[in-house]
């Protein structure tokens, strides 16, 4: 009797001790969660549709959270298979853009799109290069992305920042406009630098141009000089408000150059959609005229030298950007009280350490 006693005494605790041991984890994690904690990922296995998803719990601060966890009753789910359903429930958003314009305005608006994609965690693509991929080396370029039914978010001044772009609702979305201020972008230059790395033929010939330049002007500091005029002196791109720099602005203009690198010889490296008018009026002795070429390898060849001086338009800004020295520009290049100066803006267009000049 004694004897069985005894055995029904250890068998008794022997049990205990077992439910204990399978209660115990769950007690510590109980225990662990602080009461401050307010949301919690469940994951779920229902057996009814054979879907695996995550479902967000929520419970007031303070108050006890319930763990409602329903299992299949042929799988048992691991927390592998938890960390590949959430990464599989997690869809990328992706950033599209519409061109418009010629190459500088095009540059404009990539820029823009890859910054804006940078600084909210999204995927930038394009499904047409434009003339971007003639020049440039652009990766971000998918023709088979499917964008019907995305959403378009458009600007309001083609040259003003509005911070509505820097915080996009959670979808895929098209941006359009002509989007032209560096502030868009400048987390992201590194990254646009590397993207507008010219094409080999196009970097070929321009390195050629600079390399005769510097063999028959040696430790001479290269100076690029883009003279916008075309357009600009038209009827109609007057009557619209641009602004054109004549003569008197390049004499100020080379003088600034000179005056900032004391010492130093110095060449003026012009290029123009009127050439004419440059020899015309582009007296200095230290200035060199480039031969006639396509937009393309002027644009290389004027961003390859050491310092740049424009007048105006979005391909003498791409020109001073990528080639990063010190850059002078036309005060006047936007007149006042025009149409164009309504969605224009100096501090959003022109970046910190441009030196403007008036004629």
């Given at each position: 009797m004694q004897r069985r006693l005894f055995f029904l005494v250890c068998g008794s605790v022997f049990v205990g001790l077992s439910i204990l041991s399978f209660y115990n984890p769950i007690v510590t994690f109980m225990s662990t969660l602080d009461s401050s904690i307010s949301q919690i990922y469940i994951y779920t296995n229902s057996s009814a549709n054979k879907e695996n998803t995550f479902k967000l719990l929520s419970s007031p601060p303070n108050q006890t959270i319930s763990l409602a966890i329903e299992s299949s009753s042929t799988t048992t789910t691991t927390t592998t298979q938890q960390s590949t359903t959430s990464q599989a429930n997690v869809s990328a958003l992706y950033l599209t853009t519409r061109f418009m314009g010629r190459l500088g305005n095009q540059m404009f608006?990539?820029?823009?799109?890859?910054?804006?994609?940078?600084?909210?965690?999204?995927?930038?693509?394009?499904?047409?290069?434009?003339?971007?991929?003639?020049?440039?080396?652009?990766?971000?370029?998918?023709?088979?992305?499917?964008?019907?039914?995305?959403?378009?978010?458009?600007?309001?001044?083609?040259?003003?920042?509005?911070?509505?772009?820097?915080?996009?609702?959670?979808?895929?979305?098209?941006?359009?406009?002509?989007?032209?201020?560096?502030?868009?972008?400048?987390?992201?230059?590194?990254?646009?630098?590397?993207?507008?790395?010219?094409?080999?033929?196009?970097?070929?010939?321009a390195d050629a141009v600079l390399a005769s330049c510097r063999s028959q002007l040696q430790n001479h500091v290269i100076v690029g000089v883009h003279v916008r005029r075309g357009d600009f002196v038209s009827p109609g791109g007057q009557k619209y408000g641009y602004g054109v720099a004549d003569g008197s602005y390049f004499v100020k203009a080379f003088a600034k150059i000179r005056s900032l690198l004391p010492n130093q010889n110095i060449t003026f490296l012009v290029a123009s959609d009127d050439m004419t008018w440059c020899k015309n009026n582009l007296n200095d002795s230290s200035v060199k005229m480039l031969s006639e070429g396509n937009a393309g390898n002027h644009f290389a060849i004027l961003s390859s030298c050491d310092h740049v001086i424009l007048t105006g338009g979005t391909f003498g800004w791409w020109v001073a950007w990528l080639a990063n020295g010190i850059t002078i520009y036309y005060k006047d290049f936007i007149r006042k009280n025009t149409p164009l100066q309504s969605g224009f803006s100096d501090r959003d267009y022109y970046p910190p350490g441009w030196i403007g000049v008036e004629n």
């Open positions: 608006i990539y820029a823009t799109m890859v910054g804006l994609a940078r600084a909210q965690n999204r995927v930038p693509v394009l499904k047409s290069g434009g003339d971007l991929v003639t020049t440039f080396q652009i990766t971000n370029l998918n023709k088979d992305m499917n964008t019907d039914g995305w959403n378009v978010i458009s600007e309001s001044a083609y040259a003003i920042f509005n911070s509505k772009f820097m915080n996009l609702p959670p979808r895929n979305l098209i941006v359009t406009g002509y989007l032209q201020s560096w502030r868009y972008f400048q987390h992201a230059q590194d990254e646009i630098r590397r993207e507008f790395t010219f094409v080999p033929s196009i970097q070929k010939e």
